[in-house]
């Protein structure tokens, strides 16, 4: 089994809707993101997955999240941008882009401090 992983970040201000603690004012995080992805053997040239396709993947969802409010954007208008939303959101938008290719999504991880992170995986 092969674990291919590529890191992105973005910069974002949230705030934690009936948190009754500091988190609950607007507040901001350089969120770092790690995809990992396996698969189970590699192609014609020696590659798992291409990390340049996995990191535009990625790309292409977090982009959106930089220097944003996330509570001004869905879904986290509607449901708490909390570390453990914006992973299982980023890993729901990741996975189908994924289907093309003998590859599956393993996690994705969402750190919001260099010692505070949350790991997803709908297992």
């Given at each position: 089994m092969y674990l291919v992983s590529v890191q992105q970040?973005?910069?974002?201000?949230?705030?934690?809707r009936d948190y009754q603690g500091k988190c609950e004012a607007l507040h901001g995080h350089r969120f770092q993101v790690v995809a990992k992805i396996a698969a189970s053997q590699v192609n014609d040239i020696g590659l798992a997955y291409d990390f340049t396709l996995l990191k535009r993947h990625l790309g292409g969802i977090v982009d959106?999240?930089?220097?944003?409010c996330l509570n001004d954007m869905a879904p986290f208008d509607k449901i708490n941008p909390s570390s453990e939303n914006i992973a299982s959101t980023i890993y729901h938008e990741l996975d189908?882009?994924?289907?093309?290719?003998?590859?599956?999504?393993?996690?994705?991880?969402?750190?919001?401090?260099?010692?505070?992170?949350?790991?997803?995986s709908p297992d």
């Open positions: 970040h973005f910069d974002a201000a949230h705030y934690l959106r999240f930089d220097h944003a189908p882009r994924l289907t093309e290719d003998p590859v599956s999504l393993s996690f994705v991880e969402v750190w919001e401090s260099p010692d505070s992170w949350v790991t997803y």
